[in-house]
């Protein structure tokens, strides 16, 4: 893609995802229908539904030959990543939503031919917009964040973990290799968007995210702002990360990811 229809694109997006939180902050003490989908924590509500909708109409109406990858059911069947996808997940962070009016993100990541090419990442609540494009750098409100730096040690370090890796249930890891990094590790912090987990890897604010089962609209965004600082991503196991599929993922600074692919991570599967 080159840098003009880059930027082009990007503007519109980012506008477009602005819209899209200024009508979800406006609607966010309305009377709300929450449904339920995989199982009874699976949580949906119309905002969700609503608020994809918003972005296959805009993006069809205005680019014809582009395909929509979404969470909701709005979008296109994906088979491949060939072309222009968006790959969108209109509310990340749903519990949130429902249960606390905040901590949730519209995130939108834009591949051409499986290339992430534009990332925007939207705190809706506190009014945060995180930005990338391939190349370019990555931003937090319209200021360049910094590179990761160069050095970066388990024991100082902050992860973003789910207390999901103790069910005994847990098909991915052996509980000794969590319980060995979460005693490594300085901390660990739970904030319940994958988006906003990635964002705070890129930022800076925590080091590292390691997680089970996230779907590509979850991370699409978070690839291409947290690449553009430096920092790693690659499944639980140190593969590349499939676009199409479910994926578990570790996203870090470089040297914490030998670390804890080398010492922690045994992967069942
Ligand atoms: C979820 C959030 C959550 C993660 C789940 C995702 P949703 O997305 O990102 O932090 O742990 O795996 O499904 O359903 O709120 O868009
Ligand atoms: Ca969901
Ligand atoms: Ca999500
Ligand atoms: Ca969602």
Known sequence: MDKIHRNQLYTQAKEWVLEAGQRIRSKIDDPRTIETKSNANDLVTEMDQETEQFFAEKIRETYEDHLVFGEEGFGDEIKSLDGTIWIIDPIDGTMNFVHQKRNFAISVGIYQDGIGEIGIIYNVMEDTIYTAKRGEGAYKNNRQLAQ??????LKQAIFALNTTWMLPENPYVSHQG???LVKTLRSTRT??????EFA??????IDGYLTMTLMPWDIAAGMV???EVGGTVTTAGGQDVDMLNKT???ACHPM???EVLETFVDLKK
């Open 178 to 180: 969590i319980h060995e």
């Open 225 to 227: 702002i947290l690449k």
């Open 248 to 250: 578990t993922i570790l």
């Open 191 to 196: 904030y319940g968007s994958a988006a906003l």
């Open 256 to 258: 914490l990811h030998d």
């Open 148 to 153: 990761l730096p160069e050095e970066s040690l």
């Open 200 to 205: 705070f890897v890129a930022e800076g604010v």
